[in-house]
Structure formats: C-alpha cells, structure tokens
C-alpha cells in the first residue's frame, strides 16, 4: 500500500536560510508525487508535481523538488526563504486507485 | 474567473442537527471530492465523485452523504450521526478520475455549539 511521511510537523528556519522539507514515499507502482501548501484558514494550493520525465521539478513561489527513486524521497527545498513562506506544506502520492494519499503536513515557520 | 467555491466559510452546528456544505465548481471537471482535515492529520477522503450521478465511500465516509445531481455541485451533508464533526472541510475537483491534479475549494470550518 502506499503511504507517505513528511519529517516534522514543525520545521523553523530563518528568513533568507535555506528551506529543506522532507518527503518520504512508498509505492507499489511507480510514483506521481505532489507538494501543495496550505496557508492559514485557506484551501490547498498546487507548489509542483512530478509524473515522469526530468527528477528535479520546479514549481511556483521559487520552491523545487527532486524524486530520487533509490531514496523513495521527494524533499522540498527553496534556496532563500521569505517570511511570506510561512504555511503549511502537505506531501502526497497518488494511490493505486488514483486517489491522493497525503503527509500528514509540515508547518513552516520563518523566523525574523 | 474559474474555481471552485465553498460556503460558508464558518459552520455551526447544533446536538442532533444535520448540516450542509455547498461546493461549487464552474471549471467543468468531472471528478469532485470531499476531505476532512484536522489538526497535525493530513488530509482524509470522506467521499469522492467520478462523474455525475455517482460517487463513492472514501476512508471515513460514515456520518456523512453527499448528492452528485449536477456535475458542477457536489454537497456534503455532515449528520448527527457523525459525533466528532469539528473540522476544517475541503472540497476538491479534478478534470477527470484519473487526473492526478486535484485543485481545491477555500474549505468550510464546521464547529459543534
């Protein structure tokens, strides 16, 4: 079965650091992977997603992700954090039946 | 302007009552879905819809419903069977079911008086 870890609930770095969340995946089938973000009382928004093709996706907001299949990895990084980052951030995989399975979500705080 | 809307935004609920929640999509997909989210948990499938006039249980559908009469609405009723119901709501739809990218509606906050 399929399932998906995001080490951390928590993740704090500083304004201007680099941001690194971790996504880990298991997958009977070969994975499509998503990242979405979440800010405050707000629906889920689409950062980036991998199908097939090149490994290191580039979404919007600067952020990127590499799959790494011999890691089962999928981790989100953004060089230079800005304040306006601050969200939650959700992992998810598509499922055998092509429904999403989601982290369980990592908050990231930007510090001043 | 496509999306999807959600109302309302806060929901109150009283002992023993029955709620709705409306979802509205004018992007013309076919596929429509329902998740609770609560705190620390990711998101969790209540009940998902491939295309109108179906639609099917996900995880946690027990003291939930939901009507796929129009292929741009998909309401969630939330029943006084279901004993925990805070929640933050999240509607969501996708071009078809076996479209991976789903986009999502701004959510309904569902408080018990």
């Known amino acids: 079965a399929q399932s998906v870890t995001q080490l951390g609930s928590h993740v704090s770095v500083s304004e201007g650091a680099l941001v690194l969340l971790r996504c880990n995946y298991s997958?009977?089938?070969?994975?499509?992977l998503f990242w979405y973000v979440q800010y405050p009382n707000q629906g889920l928004q689409l950062l980036l997603k991998?199908?097939?093709?090149a490994t290191l996706v580039k979404g919007i907001n600067g952020f990127e992700a590499e799959f790494k299949k011999s890691e089962t990895s999928f981790h989100l990084t953004k060089p230079s954090a800005h304040m306006s980052d601050a969200a939650e951030y959700f992992c998810?995989?598509?499922?055998?039946?092509?429904?999403?399975?989601w982290g369980a979500g990592t908050k990231l705080i930007i510090k001043p | 302007d496509g999306g999807i809307t959600q109302s309302p935004k806060y929901l109150f609920r009283k002992e023993g009552q029955n709620v709705t929640l409306s979802c509205e999509q004018n992007?013309?997909?076919?596929?429509m879905y329902w998740y609770r989210q609560d705190p620390g948990q990711g998101l969790r499938l209540i009940y998902y819809?491939?295309?109108?006039?179906?639609?099917q249980k996900g995880d946690i559908a027990e003291g939930y419903s939901v009507s796929r009469e129009k292929k741009e609405s998909f309401p969630l009723t939330v029943t006084s069977a279901q004993k925990n119901p805070t929640a933050f709501y999240l509607c969501?739809?996708?071009?078809?079911?076996?479209?991976?990218?789903?986009?999502f509606g701004p959510g309904t906050r569902l408080l018990v008086l």
């Open positions: 991998y199908t097939t093709g």
């Open positions: 969501a739809s996708s071009i078809a079911w076996d479209e991976e990218t789903q986009y």
């Open positions: 819809s491939q295309i109108v006039n179906d639609f």
């Open positions: 992007l013309n997909h076919d596929a």
């Open positions: 997958s009977s089938v070969p994975p499509y």
């Open positions: 998810a995989v598509i499922g055998s039946n092509y429904q999403l399975i």
